[in-house]
């Protein structure tokens, strides 16, 4: 294959490094519109995206050259997966680039939450002393669920381990590995219905998980738990979110991803912003950060290496 890799997104100039090292000449696309695009991209064996432009299959087809798509990053909603695999474009991405990042974030969300320290930071800041008000909550004894058991879900494990938790994973596409997980279980979602304190969700946006935690999911926990989203917004429904902290039946939620980002993850779709938002912005028991759980300077970094290493690896 010709060596000429189109980036539509900046990504940490390691890739490029690296790249170039090895004969690739990398051009820079990243102002580029979808229509400039769509009349350059026969030039190129490679592109190199995160989320700025879906890639359709309007894009696939202009793409008559194309060997590889390599996405900066874990998701890989925006690229019609299917329709490239049929037209024999190798899809790559770099889960485990920012693995470590997703669940350092998810650990100190969590522990946020449980001790009340957004909620307390803020009230020091203008002058209340309450210490009662904010008796915080241990995570020794309790029992955390991971929903989603591969990169990130895996790692967040491992930093719980230290906590003395129990620790439940439920995931039909992955076999936890017990010897060396010791203190993880793998369990059927009725077990974790019937036991769960805290529920961490780390999986992929799909049909199956689109809107998976709805009031009636909800509803099927025999407790109130503390939820933590650090997967996909759409995977948890906002509303019914709200819903849920309204009747107690979720006891705090700590979210970096909401079900109305824009489709480039930049921002909040502000003219759709629904009644929901606002509801939710009013709980104290909320944490919210913008989808930065993957977004540190060592990830950065890692993510570059990590699709170098997969595309120097590719045929031909």
């Given amino acids: 294959m010709n060596k000429q890799l189109l980036f539509i997104d900046s ?23 979808r229509n400039k695009i769509l009349s350059e991209l026969s030039a190129f064996s490679g592109i190199v995206i995160r989320s700025r432009i879906k890639i359709d299959q309007e894009i696939l087809k202009h793409g008559t050259s194309l060997k590889f798509i390599a996405r900066a990053g874990a998701g890989m909603e925006n690229i019609d997966t299917a329709f490239a695999q049929s037209k024999g474009i190798v899809c790559l991405n770099a889960p485990e680039g920012n693995r470590n990042a997703v669940a350092e974030h998810a650990t100190g969300m969590l522990l946020a939450l449980l001790n009340n320290l957004v909620v307390a930071d803020k009230q020091v800041r203008d002058g209340h002393w309450l210490r009662e008000a904010n008796r915080g909550i241990e995570l020794e004894g309790k029992t955390i669920a991971i929903i989603g058991f591969g990169n990130t879900g895996s790692t967040f494990a491992k930093k719980l381990v230290g906590f003395d938790c129990n620790i439940l994973v439920y995931d039909p596409y992955a076999e936890v590995d017990t010897n060396f997980y010791k203190n993880v279980k793998q369990v059927t979602m009725e077990t974790i219905f019937a036991s769960a304190d805290v529920v961490s969700f780390h999986v992929p946006l799909t049909a199956e998980t689109d809107q998976m935690v709805s009031t009636s999911y ?22 019914d979110v709200v819903s849920a902290l309204e009747n107690k039946k979720i006891t705090g939620v700590a979210l970096d991803v909401l079900d109305f980002e824009s489709l480039s993850f930049e921002q909040l779709s502000q003219d759709q912003l629904p ?7 009013s709980f104290s028991n909320v944490i919210l950060s913008p989808h930065i759980a993957g977004w540190t300077i060592e990830s950065h970094r890692k993510i570059s290496e990590v699709l170098a290493s997969k595309i120097l690896q590719l045929p031909g």
């Fill in 11 to 33: 990504v940490h100039p390691a890739l490029n490094f690296q790249l170039e090292q090895n004969g690739w000449e990398c051009i820079d696309g990243t102002d580029w519109d």
């Fill in 218 to 239: 909800i509803n099927k926990f025999q407790k109130s738990f503390y939820l933590i989203n650090t997967s996909r917004g759409k995977v948890v429904s906002t509303n």
């Fill in 275 to 281: 009644a929901s938002f606002s509801k939710l912005i």
